[in-house]
């Protein structure tokens, strides 16, 4: 059965919301290498509406290198209530909101791969409550933002194993945990 895991970048006081104006000079090459080897480790890409939307304006125009060239040929899908431009960043397939458990269950039992979900909000909440989520990568950034969109909420409660810490050069720190119970 296929993993899925949530790969996301946080300040150090747990904030997630505009990563590009923080944590992009904390890519450091072992950060590079860490994160190629979790890309080319997946087969597929699980994305709320907004998240795909946002990220479908830019990665069709990204390649020439492994990683954007494997995130561009992966399969992408769509958590979505509303209608979607599966088009815009193909292959995608649309997953409709109200068949998120269902769909999802066959997703982690199809294929092969790691599934990543880059972010972390409504949809790995709804995974983690339904057992579905089965790690959390946190890449956390030696910045204090001060305010912004938390890494977690009161709906993403659950029980966490540490499974890995992985530290370096630039202060970036991914902590690794699996999800033990909903």
């Known amino acids: 059965m296929r993993r899925i895991i949530a790969s996301t970048y946080t300040t150090l ?38 998240t795909y939307e946002g990220m479908a304006q830019a990665w069709p125009h990204m390649g ?9 040929s992966i399969d992408k899908y769509v958590v979505a209530s509303e209608p979607v431009d599966s088009a815009a960043w193909g292959p995608t397939t649309v997953v409709p909101g109200g068949d998120l458990l269902d769909g999802i269950e066959q997703l982690k039992r199809e294929g092969d791969g790691d599934v990543l979900i880059w972010g972390n909000g409504r949809l790995t909440d709804a995974l983690a409550t339904a057992g579905l989520l089965d790690e959390y990568r946190l890449w956390v950034c030696p910045v ?9 909420r009161p709906e993403s409660r659950t029980g966490l194993e540490h499974v890995d810490t992985t530290t370096f050069d630039s202060g970036l720190v991914v902590l690794s945990y699996r999800v033990t119970a909903a």
């Open 13 to 50: 006081d747990g904030f997630i919301d505009n990563p590009h104006e923080w944590s992009l000079q904390y890519t450091d090459a072992g950060a590079q290498q860490y994160s190629l080897d979790l890309t080319l480790g997946a087969s597929a890409l699980l994305l709320g509406r907004v």
């Open 144 to 152: 204090i933002k001060g305010d912004g969109e938390p890494v977690f």
């Open 64 to 72: 020439g290198n492994p990683f954007a060239d494997h995130i561009n």
